[in-house]
């Protein structure tokens, strides 16, 4: 048990931060794969209903690699990637469509509404909210977000609603596209002028050495991060999620992070205490 001290001297760090986050938006990237254990979906969503009842507008941008490539074996195709974007042809198409649409979006809803009856699913197709365009040919149906429509956000969060965003996008014509999550919860950011985004990944944060997982790079710029990823200083899997945090920077939203998203309430922590528990981005001085 804590020590009551200890305890409110926690509960006071939080008040200048529920003070400064009331009232803005903190667009919250998930993957997929933590999702497939309801204990961790349900602790998410009592994170996401505290942040909304402290009065800060949440909205959770969701992907879904893993249980996309669970279905596609299922249904006999191999996943098949060329630069790390999965090649999508129209049977591959319609598998996202229902893995991320159809199961994952309806799990993070049913876990929130649980709770408080608040969310409310949307897929990037409707009501065009991520236009889409067609990134290369030879990748099938892979799109990149054009333009994100965060008035159609604005007003569920106006509502009072949580949306929980399928990253599924639509070019003008009306034609699905597969799009990358990090990248669309990026330009969600954006578009809607977030005060944060945070990526939830399977990592403590960006480490300074890879190998050592007390390394832990607690803050750094977007320049700074440029550098590292320049200076091959950072490895595989970090360097795309380090670039959507500087490029969120660069495009106008506070601050970026990354936590390791398997760890119970780490978003709580992240917010809401002095030091965090992750890596954020953020210009010198600036949050
Ligand atoms: N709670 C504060 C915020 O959200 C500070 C977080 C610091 N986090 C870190 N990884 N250095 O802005």
Redesign the pocket.
Known sequence: MMDPNDTAQLLIQALP?IRRFTGKTVVVKVGGLPMTDPVRARSLAKDVLLLHSVGIRPVLVHGGGPQIDEQMRRAGKQPEFRDGLRVTDAETLDIVRMVLVGKINRELVSALNALEPVAVGVAGEDGRLLETQPLDPRLGFVGKVSEVRAGLLEALLDDGLVPIVSTVGAGKDGQPYNINADDAARAIAVAMGAE?IIYLTGVPGLLADPSDPTSLV??LSPGEARRRIADSGVTGGMIPKLQACAEAVEGGVR?A?MIDGRDDHGILV???????????VCEAGG?
Do not use: C
């Not at 992240?270 to 954020?280: A, V």
């Open positions: 931060y944060k607690q803050r601050s992070h992240e917010l809401f205490t002095d030091s965090g528990i992750g890596t954020m949050a």
